[in-house]
Structure formats: C-alpha cells, structure tokens
C-alpha cells in the first residue's frame, strides 16, 4: 500500500510538473510536445530499479517503445479527426483511446511476445 | 515561429484543472504497478507510455481557446476544437521523443547508472521531440 501511495505522488506531481511548462509554452503545437512527456515512465523506472531490478524496468522500456508508438498513431489520428471534423475534444480523444489500445497491444503480440 | 512563454494563461486555469491532472498522473502511475504485479513487466511497460491526462488537456485548451474567442465576441467553438487539435500534432511530435526515450532506458539501463540513463533518455526525449516539431513546422 505504501509503495501505491509513493507511485501516485511521485506520479501525480511529475505528470502536474510537465503540464504546467505545457501550459505556459507558445505556440499551441509545442506546448503539445509536453502532452507526450515520459512524466509517468520517469516516476515508474525509477521506483521499478528500487523495488525490482534494472533488467525488469529495462523490460517495462522495452514494451514502452510499443505504447509510444501507439501514441504517436493515437495523437496524430486526434489530430487529423479534431482539425478536420471539429468534433469535441473530450469525446474524440476518450473515443480514439481504442486506436492507443489497439496498437500498443497489437504491437506487443506481433512484436515482443 | 518564435518559441515562448504565455504566463496569463496560469490565471485562466482553475486549481480544479491541475488536480484533476494530478489525480490522473497519480492513479495511473499507481495503475502501473499494479499491472506490473499481476500481468508482468510486458504489459506494465505498454502503461508508460498510455495518453493518461491527454483527453484533460486536450479539453482544457478547448475551453480556454473557446473563452477567449466568447470575449471577443465571437461563438469560439470551431476555433477551440481546432486548437485541441494544433496541441495534439504536437503531442504526436512528443510521442516520436518518448520512442527514443524508451529505446536508449532499454538498451542501455541495465548497464549503467539508473539515474544517468534516465537522465540522458529525458533529454534525448526533449531533443527528439523538438527536432521533430521544428522539421515539421519547416516542411
């Protein structure tokens, strides 16, 4: 319970940090470079190296280049979906959290497992 | 285009706004743990790289883009979406960064210094993303 209770500090306040330096760049598209920042794998490895092992957090950042991937696929169609339709933001970014999904285990299958 | 700091757009935020990001980052932080305990450190890694406060963000420029228009006059919807939707280009750049962060943690982590991995990832992170963005900005 202890370690849960340190991941969602250390985790909320690296997470808060990088959304902050977002909020307060211009223009909008590189303030959105830190809507992708590794805030929350920052927080994850470090602990994983204390609680675990260097080659289990090493495995975590293997699969990490997976998700990344699916993220990069995930805010590009975002991107094409609310410039183009105009659709709402909230709806089409939790609506196209399947193509995040989707990708990051379809890679995983075909790739790492 | 010039890179800089808009610092008005820390009043137009509510305290509401970075704790909902902070709720977000914590329990999915918390999330990976726990994922990396029943499931492995396979399927936990997939969770560094989850869009957790993306759609709060993304929902956060909308409104405060569409504020800013209904000041002027104007009805600012159109004008917000599309905002949400310059960030997440962006967003995409970043994510080409996070490849090469998770890259260089994976092969060089278990070899080296925690702390000095890490540090060198979070740059190649920023120098990637910037990279990227300022290519496409460029072409």
């Not at chain 1, 909230?90 to 399947?98: G, R, S, V």
């Not at chain 2, 890179?3 to 977000?24: C, K, N, P, Q, V």
């Amino acid at each position: 319970m202890k370690e849960l209770i340190v991941r969602f500090l250390i985790g909320g306040t690296l997470v808060s940090a990088f959304a902050f330096v977002g909020d307060v760049l211009h223009p909008k598209s590189f303030a959105g470079l830190f809507g992708a920042a590794p805030s929350i794998a920052l927080a994850t490895l470090g602990l994983t190296v204390i609680t675990q092992s260097m080659g289990y957090a090493a495995t975590e950042a293997r699969s990490m280049i997976a998700g990344s991937i699916a993220f990069f696929v995930y805010a590009s169609i975002v991107s094409h979906v609310l410039m183009r339709y105009r659709t709402p933001a909230l709806a089409t970014t939790l609506t196209l959290m399947l193509v995040w999904f989707g990708t990051a285990f379809g890679l995983w299958f075909v790739w790492i497992l | 285009m010039r890179i800089g700091l808009e610092l008005s757009s820390i009043h137009r935020s509510r305290w509401t706004d970075y704790a909902i990001r902070f709720i977000f980052g914590g329990v999915i932080t918390a999330l990976t743990g726990l994922i990396a305990k029943r499931y492995g450190p396979g399927v936990a890694g997939l969770f560094l790289a989850f869009p957790a406060i993306f759609p709060a963000g993304a929902t956060l420029i909308e409104k405060h883009e569409k504020e800013k228009k209904r000041q002027a006059g104007f009805d600012g919807t159109s004008r917000g979406r599309a905002a949400a939707g310059v960030d997440a280009a962006g967003a995409a750049m970043g994510a080409l960064g996070l490849i090469a962060f998770a890259m260089l943690v994976w092969r060089f982590l278990s070899h080296h210094s925690t702390a000095v991995i890490l540090t060198i990832a979070g740059l190649a992170w920023l120098a990637v993303s910037v990279l990227a963005w300022w290519i496409r900005k460029a072409i």
